[in-house]
């Protein structure tokens, strides 16, 4: 029969699909799970490029060395603070809500994922990526000229390749118009997302265009 060998294989897609996001969510579990136990020294991390800077951090984009880490072909944003000046429990106290409340929010499909934060000093392979005014303050000299490196907070996160505001910029200038479909696409997820931090008595405190995320493989999909 025709009809039943056509539902037998769209039943079978989507299983595939249901045993394939299965598989894709466990192996994520297991991935930020390693990150949050061993991933805890900086100079683990290679800078390959510098996403952003501002007032109080670096953004850069790493992949992860730490010995035993299966999944080295993935890039992750680094989040370096320039809060030099603090020790390590004064960093942890001042900064501590953005970790704690990242680390006990559920996943969900539309917020970037939260992998690791850390203590350490800013090493080599941080310091010639920092703005001017952070690499010369991430070295301290004593009184006797020996040099030490300040330490600060890192947070490792999921790196999501381009922004809302960049997206726009560069591919739909004025005069163009971005694609109702693609609208209605983004407005859908960041809802979704921020009822599910509403939900878990979260704000975001800085929704802009900056900081909305896009894989570009989804908008190209929307634009079709």
Known sequence: NINQSTACAKLGHRLARIEESLNRARDEIHEQRFMSVACRRSDEFQVSQV???GEIAMAALVSCTTPGFKWSH???ALKVCFNFDL???QVRNAFINEPTELARLPPHPNIVRFMCEF?????DNIR???PEFAREYSIITHQDGTRTNRKTQFFVMEHVEMSLSRLLVSRFAP???VPHRMVATIISQVGS???HLDHHRLAHRDLKLDNILVETRVVDESTN
């Open 51 to 53: 996403l952003g800077n």
């Open 74 to 76: 993935k890039q992750y």
């Open 87 to 89: 020790d390590s429990d």
């Open 119 to 123: 203590v350490d000093e800013i090493k």
């Open 128 to 130: 010639p990526h920092l």
């Open 175 to 177: 005069p163009s118009i």
């Open 193 to 195: 997302a921020l009822q």
